[in-house]
C-alpha cells in the first residue's frame, strides 16, 4: 500500500489568468493567442489531476517523520489536490488488524504450516487459496467496521478455511473456497431459520452483503 506523506504548496493561479485575460480580449485583441496558450495549460492541468486521483492517502497529513501507528480505517480514497507528494511503501503485514481478528489470524497462520495427514489419518492440508481469500476479507472488515463480533477460525475435512460470527441469537459463516468463491450460512434461532447464499469476493455488491452481514451479529 502506499501512503502519501504531502507537502502543500501554491499552484499557479491558472484561472484567475485566464480570467484576466477574457476581459482584457476586447481593448487588446493581440491577447487572443495567450487566451488560447492558457485554456490549453488549463485541460491539460485537468487530465493530469484525473489521471492521478483515486490514490489511497490517510485522513491526516503527517507533520513529521516520526514513526507512527497505522490503522487500516485511517484511509480512505480520495482525490488528490494541489501537492507534491513523497510516496513511502507499507508492506500489507506492517497494517494492524482490529482485535475482533486477533484468534482468527493466529489460527490462519498455523493453518498454513499444516499437511497432507495434519490430524494423523488422511485429513488434507489446507488449501492456499481459501487461508489467502480468508485474510482478504479480514483486511475488507478492518477498513469498514470498528468493532463486531470477535472472528472464528474453522478448518473443515476438506481444507476448506471458514470464518464464523455469533450472538446470543444469530450466527453467520463464511466459507473460502478459492478463487474469490465463498459460500455463506445464517442461522437465527428465534426464527429458526437458516439461509445459504454463494457469491464471489469480486462481486460489490456481494461484499457489501457480507460486511452488513457480520455487522448485524
Request: aromatic share 12%.
Amino acid at each position: 500500500m502506499y501512503v502519501s506523506m504531502p507537502s502543500v504548496i501554491e499552484p499557479p493561479n491558472i484561472s484567475g489568468m485566464f480570467a484576466e485575460l477574457l476581459t482584457r480580449e476586447a481593448s487588446e485583441p493581440k491577447l487572443s493567442h495567450k487566451i488560447g496558450y492558457w485554456a490549453d495549460v488549463a485541460i491539460d492541468t485537468c487530465i493530469k489531476f484525473a489521471e492521478r486521483s483515486c490514490v489511497s492517502e490517510p485522513h491526516f497529513n503527517w507533520s513529521s517523520s516520526e514513526s507512527v501507528v497505522i490503522a487500516p480505517s485511517d484511509y480512505q480514497f480520495t482525490i488528490l489536490d494541489h501537492r507534491n507528494l513523497d510516496l513511502v511503501l507499507i508492506e500489507d503485514d506492517e497494517l494492524l488488524f482490529r482485535s475482533y481478528c486477533d484468534a482468527a489470524i493466529a489460527e490462519l497462520e498455523q493453518y498454513r504450516e499444516l499437511e497432507d495427514g495434519w490430524d494423523g489419518e488422511d485429513m488434507p492440508a489446507p488449501l492456499p487459496e481459501s487461508i489467502d481469500d480468508a485474510f482478504t476479507f479480514l483486511r475488507l472488515l478492518n477498513s469498514f467496521l470498528d468493532e463486531c463480533a470477535e472472528a472464528i477460525p474453522m478448518l473443515d475435512h476438506e481444507g476448506i478455511s471458514s470464518l464464523a460470527f455469533e450472538s446470543a441469537t444469530d450466527y453467520f459463516s463464511i466459507a473460502f473456497y478459492g478463487n474469490d468463491e465463498v459460500v455463506t450460512y445464517r442461522w437465527n434461532s428465534i426464527l429458526e431459520q437458516n439461509t445459504v447464499a454463494k457469491g464471489s469476493l469480486k462481486d460489490p455488491e456481494f461484499l457489501i452483503a457480507l460486511v452488513q452481514g457480520v455487522k448485524n451479529i
